[in-house]
């Protein structure tokens, strides 16, 4: 891969697989991004396709009777697997990476104050290596970071900063939790962001203004972040670089321009199709993602693709550099790229 | 807020003036005639009738009950045929007791309940999860009058660690009287020796009372817990970096703890019931030895002022745990 | 059938279902298993405080009586009561829990506040202070019991109804004309039948503890009958010398308790969705 400064979140070959009470299932099979610093890069695919699964495994919260079989996460080019081990994943989760969830109205505590869980992961990660506060006494420690959040809340355009730390999240509409969490992502002042579909659960207005800040503040702030979603639209408007998703496996990554415009695999095709914007006939791709647990034998795509060629049915095919700086993992694609 | 408390009070005392009324009539309907009982065993009819006519007994019931009522308005409960004192004197003077005993049960069984339901369910399925079970069901199926007789059995008698019976040793004079409580008296009197000894006497009784309500708190701690892991905003605050011990004891606890706190209220009941049964077995004088005493005697003004005053006190447990209930979960007070 | 064969697999709620067969048919045959039937009233003064041998396992009491005997005679007493409380509480909270549940007016008020009363002090008071004055004896004490416990069905019903009375499916029936008396019993009744079930079981257990207590205070079963409470109450004069004949009457409560709340347990977790998940 032609990665031209060396990445800040490297996911490489990673596959995660699931216990079940039917057998193992393969969430995650072989799913290779970067994320190079200063950018924003967008992981798309329909519900099921492993996206959250992804988020997880790289902030070691894959859930009970879930594993990481194969391949590495690294950060700053250290590994981050053994994230599970505590000790390790503190300093990670939060400090390091922030994290912005898809459901503003569920993911903050109800029974908390706003600004005491603003305050918790700065408690105990710093904002920061600049951060000199952390070894100043309690009552000072705490002025001082309730005042990073009250700048962070007006960074985030909150209305009232001053009045919302005393409030509870039952209190604030969807669009100003959500303007919340982000703070709350950013406050450790970390080098990534992951957000989870953060715009999903908000209305169309809301999450307009929500991509703007995200982007305004992750530019200002020279913060990357993977933003996962299931909206090519929102790539359009966010992302520079972008990964597309299939049952667990990655198909096709590039610059979002190029993949956009002139998609090579099949699926990412389909998938732009059926966006309303981008297409004059509105289509639907017939089938469904199939069952993690009996994958499709070779491209997981092909039981589904207009496009099968015999090798489909047999191999899997490999993540390979295709024009304009993309990757594709499709035998039809490699052939004509390959006379 | 204070809306809210002048409604719960407000609620409170329509079913407070129906239990007297309940009680009362309880008390008539069933085919006995407190006359009989008063005169006692070897009373001649003429005896009969003139306490009859002495207690008002022949007048109609409704006026009875109207008479009672207009007393109790005055703060008079009437005397107690057994001890001839009146009945308030005789309640105030052992309610202190009770609650004391009431309270520590209750502090112990939320001490440990909490902790050990919020463990079982942090390591639901592990051996030590069913071990909690095994615990909480045998706690609630064991007959607590029972149970007490069997560690006095063990604990007095036989080992002679703990005092059988009594608030104090029969010699001692209690500290003097502030709250009534005789461990916070001693501590703010000053008097250390009669704190220990009080707490030394205090172990069984509390012990034994506090099993039931141990294991409900258990269970429910337990169950709330499992619930809140699910929740959302567990994997956010995962997510977000939040120490491990952060999450389970302050974040997951504090959700889980409302539903386990609205459940207090019940929980008193049950306590004031084994206190019944507990009281009479360590020769404890509060007010549960006293309705036992009340009932057997048939001393019918004792056993109508126990129950009000017991009625009184489970509308003001409820009315605090709203309170509580309101103060734990911020959206409960904007409700009302 | 999904569901039976995942109550067969728990295995505390299979317990309970062992232990309760196994107390119902001491109950039925008790005075047929009875190792030494004539000491179960009749007292032999050559025999008294012995303590537990071969002969009698559980000893004998102040009066020589076999203790053993009398435990698994006493079931049949403990049995009946239960049963019987709890199904005359059944039989009155019920029918008013429905009532009051799914009608409004004066009446279903009124029902709910006289249940409200009755809950506004623990129900041993009650049942202590009418189990007295109704005379001494086993059928007074049930008369007390059942009188004041009926109200928790009561309650439970009521919420449960409450909460169908507004579901989609009861309004769909109601736009359907269907009759009043038709909804009540071949709707709502089953719907409440699984908490009335639930309750029923771990109502027996408790009430079975209440009883004993009852016999214990005096109030309930009077000599020379085999009461567990009772018994407890008559072996305290003789402590600590005859510890056994405290001892084995309360394990007997406790084991019979402990099956009934085993059960219920089970049931309970089987019929509640959300408790049902936390157990998984």
Request: charged fraction near 15%.
């Given at each position: 891969m032609t990665a031209s400064a060396p990445a800040l979140l490297d996911v490489r070959n990673l596959s995660v697989a699931v216990d079940t009470d039917e057998g193992v299932a393969s969430i995650l099979d072989g799913v290779n991004f970067q994320l190079a610093p200063g950018s924003i890069h967008g992981v798309v695919g329909e519900s099921g396709c492993g996206k959250s699964t992804l988020i997880k495994a790289i902030l070691g919260l894959l859930p009970a009777r879930s594993r990481a079989t194969e391949g590495s996460v690294a950060l700053n080019g250290k590994p981050l697997f053994g994230l599970e081990q505590a000790s390790t994943a503190h300093s990670v989760r939060g400090r390091q990476i922030g994290f912005i969830p898809q459901d503003p109205f569920l993911a903050l505590n109800p029974v908390f104050r706003v600004g005491d869980q603003l305050l918790e992961a700065m408690w105990w990660h710093?904002?920061?290596?600049?951060?000199?506060?952390?070894?100043?006494?309690r009552a000072q420690r705490r002025r001082a970071y309730s005042e990073r959040i009250v700048e962070l809340l007006r960074a985030v355009q909150l209305p009232d900063p001053e009045l919302a730390l005393a409030r509870y999240p039952h209190q604030f509409s969807g669009g100003q939790r959500q303007r919340l969490l982000i703070a709350a992502a950013l406050a450790c002042a970390p080098q990534v962001v992951l957000a989870d579909e953060p715009t999903t659960a908000l209305d169309v207005t809301t999450q307009l203004q929500i991509l703007k800040l995200l982007r305004q503040l992750t530019r200002e702030r020279g913060v990357s972040m993977m933003f996962v979603t299931h909206d090519f639209g929102v790539v359009a408007q966010l992302c520079d670089t972008v990964t597309v998703m299939y049952a667990g496996q990655t198909v096709e990554t590039g610059p979002v321009a190029t993949v956009m415009e002139q998609p090579s695999h099949p699926y990412t095709r389909m998938l732009l199709a059926c966006h309303p914007e981008r297409s004059v006939e509105l289509k639907g791709i017939p089938g469904a993602v199939p069952s993690p647990l009996r994958p499709p034998a070779g491209c997981r795509f092909n039981p589904r693709c207009p496009e099968v060629i015999p090798d489909c049915e047999s191999g899997r095919p490999k993540l390979l550099p295709a024009s304009a700086g993309r990757h594709v993992a499709c035998f039809r694609c490699h052939a004509e790229a390959v006379p | 807020m204070g809306r809210l408390l002048l409604r719960r009070l407000l609620l409170a005392l329509p079913a407070l003036l129906g239990l007297l009324v309940l009680t009362f009539i309880l008390l008539r309907v069933v085919p006995s005639d407190p006359s009989t009982a008063l005169a006692g065993e070897n009373a001649t009819p003429e005896q009969i009738e003139a306490i009859r006519k002495a207690y008002g007994f022949d007048q109609p019931l409704w006026r009875q009950f109207v008479v009672y009522i207009g007393q109790v308005a005055t703060g008079d409960l009437g005397n107690s045929?057994?001890?001839?004192?009146p009945v308030i004197r005789d309640i105030a003077r052992r309610l202190p007791a009770t609650i004391e005993l009431v309270l520590m049960a209750l502090i112990f069984a939320t001490c440990v309940g909490i902790p050990l339901g919020v463990l079982a369910a942090v390591h639901h399925n592990s051996a030590f999860d069913h071990a909690v079970r095994v615990i909480t069901v045998g706690g609630l199926a064991i007959a607590p009058f029972w149970f007490a007789i069997i560690l006095q059995l063990i604990f007095s008698m036989d080992l002679n660690w703990l005092p059988l019976r009594g608030r104090l040793p029969v010699q001692v004079q209690p500290p003097e009287?502030?709250?009534?409580?005789?461990m916070p008296d001693s501590l703010l009197s000053g008097r250390l020796d009669l704190f220990l000894q009080s707490a030394h006497h205090m172990i069984l009784p509390a012990f034994t009372l506090s099993l039931g309500s141990l294991a409900s708190i258990t269970r429910f701690t337990r169950a709330g817990v499992l619930e809140t892991l699910q929740k959302d905003f567990v994997s956010y605050e995962r997510a977000a970096g939040y120490p491990d011990r952060r999450i389970i004891w302050v974040y997951v606890l504090r959700n889980s703890v409302v539903a386990t706190v609205t459940q207090i209220g019940l929980l008193f009941g049950a306590l004031i019931a084994g206190a019944v049964a507990i009281e009479t077995i360590f020769d404890w004088p509060g007010i549960g030895s006293y309705a036992v005493q009340a009932i057997l005697t048939s001393d019918y003004k004792a056993i109508l002022a126990v129950t009000l005053v017991v009625g009184v006190i489970y509308a003001l447990v409820n009315l605090v745990v709203d309170i509580v209930h309101a103060l734990l979960d911020p959206r409960v007070a904007e409700e009302n | 059938m999904l569901i039976i064969r995942k109550f067969l697999r728990d295995v505390p709620a299979m317990m309970g279902f062992a232990i309760i067969c196994t107390v119902i048919g001491i109950a039925v045959f008790g005075s047929m298993l009875v190792p030494h039937p004539h000491l179960v009233f009749e007292s032999d003064l050559l025999r008294r405080f012995e303590p537990p041998s071969a002969e009698f396992w559980f000893g004998t009491d102040n009066l020589g009586r076999d203790i053993f005997s009398r435990v698994l005679v006493g079931t049949q007493g403990a049995l009946t009561v239960a049963l019987t409380v709890v199904a005359v509480a059944i039989a009155i909270g019920v029918p008013l829990g429905i009532y009051a549940g799914y009608t409004t007016g004066w009446l279903s008020e009124l029902v709910m506040r006289v249940t409200d009363m009755f809950l506004a002090v623990p129900q041993i008071i009650l049942a202590l202070a009418i189990a007295q004055l109704a005379g001494r004896g086993l059928g007074s004490a049930m008369t007390a019991l059942a009188l004041t416990y009926w109200p928790f069905f009561c309650r439970t019903v009521y919420a449960e109804t409450r909460r169908l009375r507004h579901s989609v499916f009861i309004e769909a029936l109601e736009g359907l004309g269907a009759s009043r008396t038709r909804i009540l019993f071949a709707h709502v009744l089953p719907n409440v039948a699984s908490p009335i079930i639930v309750r029923a079981t771990v109502g027996m257990g408790f009430t079975i503890l209440t009883t004993a207590l009852l016999g214990f205070l005096g109030v309930g079963a009077t000599a020379p009958s085999p009461d567990w409470g009772l018994a407890i109450a008559e072996s305290r004069e003789y402590l600590p010398d005859m510890w056994w004949a405290a001892t084995f009457p309360g394990l007997a409560i406790l084991f019979t308790v402990l099956g009934f709340n085993l059960f219920g347990d089970g049931l309970r977790d089987l019929i509640d969705p959300k408790l049902r998940r936390s157990r998984s």
């Amino acid at each position: 891969m032609t990665a031209s400064a060396p990445a800040l979140l490297d996911v490489r070959n990673l596959s995660v697989a699931v216990d079940t009470d039917e057998g193992v299932a393969s969430i995650l099979d072989g799913v290779n991004f970067q994320l190079a610093p200063g950018s924003i890069h967008g992981v798309v695919g329909e519900s099921g396709c492993g996206k959250s699964t992804l988020i997880k495994a790289i902030l070691g919260l894959l859930p009970a009777r879930s594993r990481a079989t194969e391949g590495s996460v690294a950060l700053n080019g250290k590994p981050l697997f053994g994230l599970e081990q505590a000790s390790t994943a503190h300093s990670v989760r939060g400090r390091q990476i922030g994290f912005i969830p898809q459901d503003p109205f569920l993911a903050l505590n109800p029974v908390f104050r706003v600004g005491d869980q603003l305050l918790e992961a700065m408690w105990w990660h710093g904002a920061g290596s600049d951060d000199t506060n952390r070894e100043k006494p309690r009552a000072q420690r705490r002025r001082a970071y309730s005042e990073r959040i009250v700048e962070l809340l007006r960074a985030v355009q909150l209305p009232d900063p001053e009045l919302a730390l005393a409030r509870y999240p039952h209190q604030f509409s969807g669009g100003q939790r959500q303007r919340l969490l982000i703070a709350a992502a950013l406050a450790c002042a970390p080098q990534v962001v992951l957000a989870d579909e953060p715009t999903t659960a908000l209305d169309v207005t809301t999450q307009l203004q929500i991509l703007k800040l995200l982007r305004q503040l992750t530019r200002e702030r020279g913060v990357s972040m993977m933003f996962v979603t299931h909206d090519f639209g929102v790539v359009a408007q966010l992302c520079d670089t972008v990964t597309v998703m299939y049952a667990g496996q990655t198909v096709e990554t590039g610059p979002v321009a190029t993949v956009m415009e002139q998609p090579s695999h099949p699926y990412t095709r389909m998938l732009l199709a059926c966006h309303p914007e981008r297409s004059v006939e509105l289509k639907g791709i017939p089938g469904a993602v199939p069952s993690p647990l009996r994958p499709p034998a070779g491209c997981r795509f092909n039981p589904r693709c207009p496009e099968v060629i015999p090798d489909c049915e047999s191999g899997r095919p490999k993540l390979l550099p295709a024009s304009a700086g993309r990757h594709v993992a499709c035998f039809r694609c490699h052939a004509e790229a390959v006379p | 807020m204070g809306r809210l408390l002048l409604r719960r009070l407000l609620l409170a005392l329509p079913a407070l003036l129906g239990l007297l009324v309940l009680t009362f009539i309880l008390l008539r309907v069933v085919p006995s005639d407190p006359s009989t009982a008063l005169a006692g065993e070897n009373a001649t009819p003429e005896q009969i009738e003139a306490i009859r006519k002495a207690y008002g007994f022949d007048q109609p019931l409704w006026r009875q009950f109207v008479v009672y009522i207009g007393q109790v308005a005055t703060g008079d409960l009437g005397n107690s045929i057994f001890t001839e004192q009146p009945v308030i004197r005789d309640i105030a003077r052992r309610l202190p007791a009770t609650i004391e005993l009431v309270l520590m049960a209750l502090i112990f069984a939320t001490c440990v309940g909490i902790p050990l339901g919020v463990l079982a369910a942090v390591h639901h399925n592990s051996a030590f999860d069913h071990a909690v079970r095994v615990i909480t069901v045998g706690g609630l199926a064991i007959a607590p009058f029972w149970f007490a007789i069997i560690l006095q059995l063990i604990f007095s008698m036989d080992l002679n660690w703990l005092p059988l019976r009594g608030r104090l040793p029969v010699q001692v004079q209690p500290p003097e009287f502030i709250t009534g409580l005789y461990m916070p008296d001693s501590l703010l009197s000053g008097r250390l020796d009669l704190f220990l000894q009080s707490a030394h006497h205090m172990i069984l009784p509390a012990f034994t009372l506090s099993l039931g309500s141990l294991a409900s708190i258990t269970r429910f701690t337990r169950a709330g817990v499992l619930e809140t892991l699910q929740k959302d905003f567990v994997s956010y605050e995962r997510a977000a970096g939040y120490p491990d011990r952060r999450i389970i004891w302050v974040y997951v606890l504090r959700n889980s703890v409302v539903a386990t706190v609205t459940q207090i209220g019940l929980l008193f009941g049950a306590l004031i019931a084994g206190a019944v049964a507990i009281e009479t077995i360590f020769d404890w004088p509060g007010i549960g030895s006293y309705a036992v005493q009340a009932i057997l005697t048939s001393d019918y003004k004792a056993i109508l002022a126990v129950t009000l005053v017991v009625g009184v006190i489970y509308a003001l447990v409820n009315l605090v745990v709203d309170i509580v209930h309101a103060l734990l979960d911020p959206r409960v007070a904007e409700e009302n | 059938m999904l569901i039976i064969r995942k109550f067969l697999r728990d295995v505390p709620a299979m317990m309970g279902f062992a232990i309760i067969c196994t107390v119902i048919g001491i109950a039925v045959f008790g005075s047929m298993l009875v190792p030494h039937p004539h000491l179960v009233f009749e007292s032999d003064l050559l025999r008294r405080f012995e303590p537990p041998s071969a002969e009698f396992w559980f000893g004998t009491d102040n009066l020589g009586r076999d203790i053993f005997s009398r435990v698994l005679v006493g079931t049949q007493g403990a049995l009946t009561v239960a049963l019987t409380v709890v199904a005359v509480a059944i039989a009155i909270g019920v029918p008013l829990g429905i009532y009051a549940g799914y009608t409004t007016g004066w009446l279903s008020e009124l029902v709910m506040r006289v249940t409200d009363m009755f809950l506004a002090v623990p129900q041993i008071i009650l049942a202590l202070a009418i189990a007295q004055l109704a005379g001494r004896g086993l059928g007074s004490a049930m008369t007390a019991l059942a009188l004041t416990y009926w109200p928790f069905f009561c309650r439970t019903v009521y919420a449960e109804t409450r909460r169908l009375r507004h579901s989609v499916f009861i309004e769909a029936l109601e736009g359907l004309g269907a009759s009043r008396t038709r909804i009540l019993f071949a709707h709502v009744l089953p719907n409440v039948a699984s908490p009335i079930i639930v309750r029923a079981t771990v109502g027996m257990g408790f009430t079975i503890l209440t009883t004993a207590l009852l016999g214990f205070l005096g109030v309930g079963a009077t000599a020379p009958s085999p009461d567990w409470g009772l018994a407890i109450a008559e072996s305290r004069e003789y402590l600590p010398d005859m510890w056994w004949a405290a001892t084995f009457p309360g394990l007997a409560i406790l084991f019979t308790v402990l099956g009934f709340n085993l059960f219920g347990d089970g049931l309970r977790d089987l019929i509640d969705p959300k408790l049902r998940r936390s157990r998984s």
